[in-house]
């Protein structure tokens, strides 16, 4: 069975610090996806990355990057300089790579971020 | 616009009552999931359709039930509410437009119980 697994239930910074979020996963298949979503406190799910599990290499999008690494099943999102407009809950997920499966979600972290 | 439309956004009941969630899939997607998100609760797997057939379960109560119509969309019923059903209900899609791997959510439905 699949499961996904975010250890850090809440964390609070101050802006401009650096943050980190956890992402531990477990899947029997060699192949699947891996996904970050940002849920503002507006509410809806936004969505942030995709990851083939074959594409291990770390990715950067503005203050965003994030570390795949299948030796430990972990997929961590680190955020640069931290913003008040980062504070949201965040959720890891994980599906099966044939694609019109379930996604299957974290517990989620929030985040907030402190002016 | 995601591509993906809930109604109603709100929907506020009393307890006893039936509800219909409604769900329309992006153009072309045949996948239609259902989640359930309660008071600082992850994100539960209710159920999903694809092409109009049931075709995984998570946990989704007796008292709700979903179904997918010819045209993809999908509707989720919830009946005898009680006030733990209060929630954010989710749909989202997933087929060709996106490849394998992508899913387009829904800005969801908040129902509150009362």
């Known amino acids: 069975a699949q499961k996904v697994t975010q250890a850090q239930t809440e964390i609070s910074v101050v802006e401009k610090e650096d943050v980190t979020l956890d992402c531990v996963y477990e899947t029997r298949d060699t192949t699947y996806y891996l996904f970050w979503y940002k849920q503002p406190p507006s509410g809806e799910l936004v969505f942030l990355i995709r990851r083939n599990s074959f594409d291990e290499q770390n990715e950067i999008s503005g203050r965003y990057s994030w570390n795949f690494q299948k030796s430990t099943s972990s997929f961590n999102f680190t955020i640069t300089a931290s913003q008040v407009v980062d504070s949201a809950v965040y959720f890891c997920?994980?599906?099966?790579?044939?694609?019109?499966?379930?996604?299957?979600f974290g517990k989620g972290t929030r985040l907030s971020v402190i002016a | 616009d995601s591509g993906v439309t809930q109604t109603p956004k709100h929907l506020i009941t009393a307890t006893g009552q039936r509800v219909t969630l409604r769900c329309s899939p992006r153009s072309g997607d045949l996948s239609v999931y259902w989640y359930q998100q309660s008071l600082d609760q992850g994100l539960q797997f209710l159920i999903q359709?694809?092409?109009?057939?049931?075709?995984a379960k998570g946990n989704i109560l007796e008292r709700f039930s979903a179904q997918q119509f010819p045209d993809l969309h999908s509707e989720l019923n919830l009946s005898s509410l009680e006030l733990g059903d209060s929630a954010l209900y989710f749909c989202?899609?997933?087929?060709?437009?996106?490849?394998?791997?992508?899913?387009?959510f829904g800005s969801g439905t908040r129902l509150t119980v009362v």
């Open positions: 997920a994980l599906s099966e790579s044939s694609g019109n499966t379930p996604l299957v």
């Open positions: 359709y694809y092409n109009g057939e049931e075709r």
């Open positions: 989202a899609s997933s087929g060709r437009t996106q490849g394998a791997g992508g899913y387009t």
